[in-house]
């Protein structure tokens, strides 16, 4: 293998483009190979519990309910040479255990999505036990039915986004990491719509623990080899001399809509649905070109969301499609980390069904997108981005009322392609065979 990349780096060298030893270093690449590594984590989360009352559009009496448990996988990276763990959670609500307290038909207490960091002060390495804390956001849901009532279309949904803090240990192998943590949430207390009139006061107990298994693993390892240095010049140079450094590519990868603001038509007009959270889940599809000299890239992308409310005599259907420009420019290259800043420009097909009456707009829309991409180098054929957009009072009107779809959409693991670069280094490949 040695042997062909010397032998590609002549071929490259022949044809004029020089060999340009210094591009990658063994130095370099020593520190960049070593700043980021990808983790796949299991884990159970047991939230603590708390109180509400069994009122129906009358008088009741404090009950309180037990805690959830919540199997959750999760998708992160481990960032800064093992001082930071960026992770987005998914819960799996259907395996969720949970008990509701006697006089009560159903009682959810939910943990949803959860976006997080987790700061070590001591760097994680194999064979060693680290402290740490951490900050996320995450959604929490509440929701109860009272035995022999009639709910027509459904109990109302109580969802709010919420910044517990975390503190907590792991052990790291050569392959996992094992980790027991707290959480403490400072809210604490929500007014709940148990009839479309009636208001209970539901307090929430403040700690949840957590217990995770993550996998890890760090694709690119071994470029800090000499034989590796000697493989990413002579690619760099092929890319170089076939202008392939600039390239197109496509992307794809989960994005959740997280909201950012209440809609004034739910509020004023059926406000036992204004505490129900409008996001969603949705593949995150690009193409685009990337510019090697500016270190930038202007690309399209296309996100669909769905959503429903239902309570009482009420049902909501919301639906967003967004065509979006985007552009954003590179800032700064340290050692395989990259984040960039830009804006963007898009179509956007807003849409609402309320109890059978449709409610649709199309309009433009200007906002900001902002990320980073794991690029260890620039000779690779594919890569790692994390990007999050956010378009300011986004909204759909409604009888004189809005509602609001500005979103801060989170795409935390987006894998990139770059079209091209394989059947170049295969052209190559054949001439030396």
Not at 111 to 140: C, H
Not at 255 to 274: G, I, T
Not at 353 to 365: F, H, M, Q, S
């Amino acid at each position: 293998m040695k042997k062909y990349w010397i032998v590609v780096g002549c071929l490259v060298a022949t044809l004029g483009c020089g060999a340009q030893d210094s591009v990658y270093t063994t130095a370099y690449l020593k520190k960049s190979t070593r700043f980021a590594a990808t983790t796949l984590s299991i884990d159970m989360l047991a939230l603590s519990g708390g109180s509400t009352s069994s009122a129906f559009g009358g008088i009741g009496q404090g009950v309180d309910f037990s805690g959830t448990y919540i199997p959750r996988v999760s998708i992160g990276g481990i960032h800064f040479w093992g001082h930071a763990d960026f992770y987005v959670t998914f819960p799996l609500s259907f395996a969720a255990l949970h008990q509701p307290p006697p006089g009560f038909e159903a009682l959810t207490y939910r943990a949803g999505i959860e976006t997080g960091l987790r700061v070590y002060p001591w760097a994680i390495k194999p064979r060693a036990v680290r402290p740490f804390v951490g900050f996320s956001r995450r959604l929490l849901t509440f929701s109860q039915k009272v035995d022999d009532i009639d709910y027509g279309r459904g109990a109302a949904v109580y969802q709010r986004t919420i910044s517990p803090w975390q503190i907590g240990v792991s052990y790291t192998t050569p392959r996992y990491i094992i980790s027991a943590s707290a959480y403490y949430q400072h809210f604490r207390e929500a007014d709940y719509f148990a009839s479309p009139a009636q208001q209970n006061r539901v307090q929430f107990d403040p700690w949840a623990v957590n217990l995770s298994f993550s996998w890890y693993w760090d694709t690119d390892k071994g470029y800090a080899t000499q034989e590796s240095v000697a493989r990413l010049n002579a690619m760099y140079n092929i890319l170089k001399k076939e202008n392939k450094l600039s390239s197109w590519y496509w992307g794809i990868g989960p994005s959740s809509a997280l909201q950012m603001s209440r809609s004034s038509f739910f509020e004023n007009n059926k406000p036992y649905l204004a505490d129900d959270f409008i996001g969603g889940i949705t593949p995150d599809i690009t193409f685009g070109r990337f510019f090697d000299k500016p270190d930038m890239n202007v690309g399209l992308s296309f996100r669909a969301y769905r959503d429903r409310l239902q309570a009482f005599g009420d049902d909501v259907r919301l639906y967003r499609q967004s065509f979006m420009v985007e552009s954003y420019k590179n800032l700064f290259d340290w050692l395989g980390f990259v984040p960039f800043v830009g804006a963007t420009a898009s179509v956007e097909r807003l849409g609402a069904t309320i109890n059978g009456e449709r409610y649709l707009d199309v309009k433009p829309a200007l906002g900001f997108i902002f990320g980073w991409d794991i690029r260890v180098t620039k000779t690779g054929t594919s890569l790692l981005r994390t990007n999050l957009r956010y378009i300011p009072q986004l909204h759909l009107d409604v009888e004189g009322d809005q509602i609001m779809f500005d979103h801060l959409e989170f795409n935390f693991i987006q894998y990139v392609t770059f079209i091209g670069r394989k059947k170049v280094y295969r052209k190559y490949q054949n001439q030396t065979d």
